[in-house]
């Protein structure tokens, strides 16, 4: 494994040169000290830190002032490559700033991001699955893979009225070429599954997976090979969650004895190390000094921060400590719950980030059909008619044997594998949002395509807010990645009615896709195989949460439509009257971290709507 296999430029160690960067992260925001907490990653060949200036500026009354970070070297690649991290604790004030930067060693280019006022609630945009999976060139190249069209269409939207974070919902870079690798053959030509599993990797497997992920993560998080998401990362602050494809497809729902094998505990360990240098700015050791909240493992570490005095985010990492029968460990819920609780005590909308979506037509017809098909021959499944028969008779997975889409079944929350897991979860949230008046809504990708979903009172259709009980699932996948079969689709569509999920409360998909990006009527109106992301803010006047999802016209082309989902604010109880009496400024509060925190958002809500105004949209129903 070298620079010319993910065909980047030997570049001399001699030459000073930085090799990725920079990338923003941001981490939370200290009401209180009135300061916005972030960082910064360079990956350089130097020994000390690339010099970085910041300067920041009013938007309105237009004064400066600058800031110098501390630097901080987190990871070393090789005795070559030096992780540089750069703290950032910036001052918020009444007005929103602008904060620009450039690094002395490439003094040409000068980026900047954006900070909220004070008591702005930030405006985000949502993103999953940013690669591409085993697919051919030819694919590639049809929805234009170096243009980036999605990413290039956010980033105008952006110029316009800048989003101040992005948030990450998974699969950010995809690994799934590991598997093509020659350093893998060993492992590929060893067909009997018991030496497989008790195989010690050799030094050269070894060494091929740790230069794999390194240079993965150069070539996709990079300019030269990435320049228009390198664009991105640079200009607005990330909040990512991990999720199989950052480490391989699939990981976490394969049976034990295979996670357990050596190979998979090696590439699990570079896996987690380069997602927490790359995306989170930290190590597994540091990762709760620099804003996550511990699991159960050490590579399993949760994020809860604000996003504005109003607005909190919980991402689940569903991750660092999956086994096939269990997403999270019990101390995972207990210490995202404690964190919860302490440090959101007067938000309003609470956005919860799980990867997989935790309302999504249910999979049970699939399960039953791949577990059966699995026990029969390619020919056996083959025989199967119907669309049914052509969703099943796809590819064997290349890492276990099994047919492709079983390890996606179990991936998923309504899987019956995980439903009790959820249904835990999900009324722990539901006595969350009782206790504290808070609307909570669901932030998922991975399933490559889009939709919304809701929990809700069936007592309370025309009084939603008032129902503790609706919440409201946003499905925004893939920026990258291509739509699944049409078939997959339309049996999920024609399969997904309501569900009773508790006495009064039921579950359901929205139609929401009425109309087709290019206007044409549909008859799946509930999920939509086009390419998307999610752009949301909270509108001050009525206290909503709207989510815009943003879908590709045409594929490989720079442009999109948008569909909105409007979620209402909570008013339930004493502690709903209470959050409502007062105006967002007596809602203050400081996140409680090792390090002082950082930040919240909001820009001027009605141009935002004048802007979303340009393009169509349609509403749930």
Known sequence: MDFETFGVERLSL???????????????????????????????????????????????????????????????????????????????????????????????????????ALHENMRFMFYSCNGFSDVGQDVKDRFSEKEAPLWADMLDRHSVIPFHVMLGGGDQLYQDRLIHEDFMKPWLEEKMPDKRMAMVLP????????????????????????????????????????????????????????????????????????????????????????????????????????????????????????????????????????????????????????????????????????????????????????????????????????????????DHWTSGLHEQERRSFIESLQSYAREKSVRVSFLGGDVHCCGAGRLYSKDMKEREEG????????????????????????????????????????????????????????TNKKLMGTRNYCAGYIDQGTGKINFWIQCEQSAGVKATKGYLVDVPKLVFGAAGCRLHEHNHTHLEHPIKSPIPAGAGITTPIQAWKGFSQTFDYHRPT
């Not at 040169?17 to 910064?40: A, E, F, M, N, V």
């Not at 990653?41 to 400066?64: C, D, G, M, W, Y």
């Not at 049996?491 to 997904?496: A, E, G, R, T, V």
Request: aromatic content about 12%; some cysteine.
């Open 203 to 410: 030094p050269e497997m070894i060494n091929g997976l740790e230069d794999f992920y390194f240079w993965n993560y150069i070539k996709n998080f990079g300019f030269r090979d990435n320049p228009v998401q390198a664009t991105a990362y640079a200009s607005i602050p990330s909040v990512n969650m991990w999720d199989d494809h950052d480490i391989i497809d699939g990981y976490g729902s394969y049976p034990q004895e295979m996670q357990e094998a050596d190979c998979f505990k090696v590439l699990f360990r570079f896996a987690s190390r380069f997602y927490y240098s790359f995306q989170q700015h930290t190590t597994v050791e540091l990762a709760d000094r620099d804003g996550m909240t511990r699991g159960q493992k050490p590579e399993c570490n949760h994020i809860v921060t604000t996003l504005g005095p109003q607005l909190g985010l919980l991402c689940l990492d569903a991750r660092g400590e999956r086994t096939k029968e269990r997403v999270c460990s019990e101390q995972s819920y207990e210490s995202v719950f404690y964190a919860t609780y302490s440090r959101l005590p007067n938000i309003m909308h609470l956005l919860v980030l799980t990867g997989v979506p935790l309302i999504y037509p249910r999979l049970t017809l699939f399960e039953k059909a791949m577990e059966s098909a699995s026990t029969f021959s390619l020919a056996t499944i083959a025989g199967k008619t119907g669309a049914l028969g052509n969703v099943i008779g796809g590819q064997l997975n290349k890492w276990n044997g099994d047919p492709e889409l079983l390890d996606d079944m179990n």
């Open 467 to 522: 129902d503790p009980y609706l919440m409201v699932q946003i499905i925004s996948s893939a920026i990258v990645n291509v739509p699944p079969p049409q078939a997959l689709l339309t049996i999920l569509n024609q399969n997904s009615s309501y569900i009773t999920f508790h006495g009064n409360i039921e579950e359901k998909m929205y139609n929401l896709f009425k109309f087709s990006p290019n206007g044409n009527s549909r």
């Open 14 to 116: 001699d030459e000073a040169h930085i090799l990725c960067g920079p990338l923003l992260r941001y981490i939370s925001t200290d009401y209180t000290q009135g300061t916005w907490r972030g960082s910064c990653l360079i990956v350089s060949n130097t020994k000390k830190a690339p010099p970085l200036t910041f300067r920041l500026v009013t938007n309105t009354t237009h004064q400066e002032q600058l800031f110098e970070p501390q630097t901080e070297l987190i990871d070393v690649y090789r005795d070559s490559y030096c992780f540089w991290r750069y703290e950032l604790v910036l001052p918020l004030t009444e007005e929103s700033q602008t904060v620009y930067y450039q690094c002395a060693m490439v003094p040409q280019n000068v980026y900047e991001f954006h900070l909220p």
